[in-house]
C-alpha cells in the first residue's frame, strides 16, 4: 500500500497529491503520515515544490472536508456509516470523531485536523451537526496547514541528511543480518540435537 502511494506520488505529482489528500478527508484508507512526508522528500530532488506542495495538501483538505461535510449533512449518520462500511471505512472510527467534537464543539475541527485517524472523519460530525460553514472552513484551514506544512516540512529535513542517515542504518542492517543468522544456526542444532520420537507401542 505504502509503496503504491509513493509510485502514485512520484509519477502523478501534484495531481496524485490533490487527490490523495481529498480521499483522506473524505475517510477513505489513505495515510497523510505517509504522502505528505514523501512530497516533502521530493521537494529535495527536485520534482516538487515545498510552497506549491503545502498549498496543493491545503485546498485537496478543504475539498475533500467540504466533499464528507455535504454527504453527512445530506445522508445522515445512520445511512452514511452503512455506506462507508462498504469501503472499510469503520463505525468506531465515526464515534471516535463524533465523541471528539462533542466535546470540543468547532475547536475540534481545527484540532481534529492534526490528530492521527480522527483527522479523517471530522468533518462528518460537522456535517452531521450542520455547522455553520462560516465556521466550519477557517477551522479547517487552519488546522490543515500546521498539519500540512509540518509533514511535508519534516519529510524535506529527512530528505536532506537521508545519505547520512544511511550511513548510520548501515552497521545496524549487518547486526540485524547476524542475528537472523545466529537465530538460523541455533534453529537447525536445535533441529539436530532434537529428543528421539517415542514410538507409539512404549508410550
Keep these: 500500500?505504502?509503496?503504491?502511494?509513493?509510485s502514485f506520488l512520484s509519477t502523478a505529482g501534484y495531481?496524485?497529491?490533490f487527490?490523495?489528500?481529498?480521499?483522506?478527508?473524505?475517510?477513505?484508507?489513505?495515510s497523510s503520515e505517509v504522502v505528505l512526508p514523501f512530497a516533502g522528500v521530493l521537494t529535495v530532488t527536485g520534482t516538487l515544490n515545498l510552497p506549491v506542495v503545502i498549498v496543493v495538501a491545503l485546498l485537496g483538505e478543504l475539498v475533500g472536508a467540504?466533499?464528507?461535510?455535504?454527504?453527512?449533512?445530506?445522508?445522515g449518520r445512520a445511512a452514511l456509516v452503512g455506506f462507508g462500511q462498504r469501503?472499510?471505512?469503520?463505525?468506531?472510527?465515526?464515534?471516535a470523531a463524533e465523541r471528539f467534537y462533542e466535546r470540543r464543539g468547532?475547536?475540534?475541527?481545527?484540532i481534529g485536523r492534526v490528530?492521527?485517524?480522527?483527522r479523517s472523519y471530522t468533518s462528518f460530525p460537522a456535517g452531521f451537526a450542520r455547522m455553520p460553514l462560516s465556521r466550519f472552513i477557517p477551522a479547517t484551514l487552519v488546522g490543515a496547514l500546521v498539519w500540512d506544512s509540518a509533514l511535508t516540512v519534516a519529510g524535506m529535513e529527512l530528505g536532506k541528511h537521508f545519505s547520512e542517515i544511511g550511513k548510520v542504518l548501515k552497521p545496524i542492517e549487518y547486526v540485524i543480518a547476524a542475528l537472523v543468522l545466529l537465530a538460523l544456526l541455533y534453529g537447525v542444532w536445535r533441529y539436530i540435537n532434537r529428543p528421539p520420537?517415542?514410538?507409539?507401542q512404549e508410550r
Design 19 to 30: 487527490l490523495l489528500t481529498v480521499a483522506q478527508c473524505c475517510g477513505f484508507p489513505v
Design 197 to 200: 520420537a517415542v514410538p507409539d
Design 115 to 118: 490528530v492521527p485517524v480522527i
Design 15 to 17: 495531481l496524485a497529491l
Design 106 to 110: 468547532v475547536a475540534a475541527v481545527a
Design 87 to 95: 469501503f472499510r471505512i469503520k463505525e468506531s472510527h465515526f464515534e
Design 66 to 75: 467540504l466533499i464528507a461535510y455535504g454527504v453527512a449533512a445530506w445522508l
Design 1 to 6: 500500500m505504502i509503496h503504491t502511494l509513493e
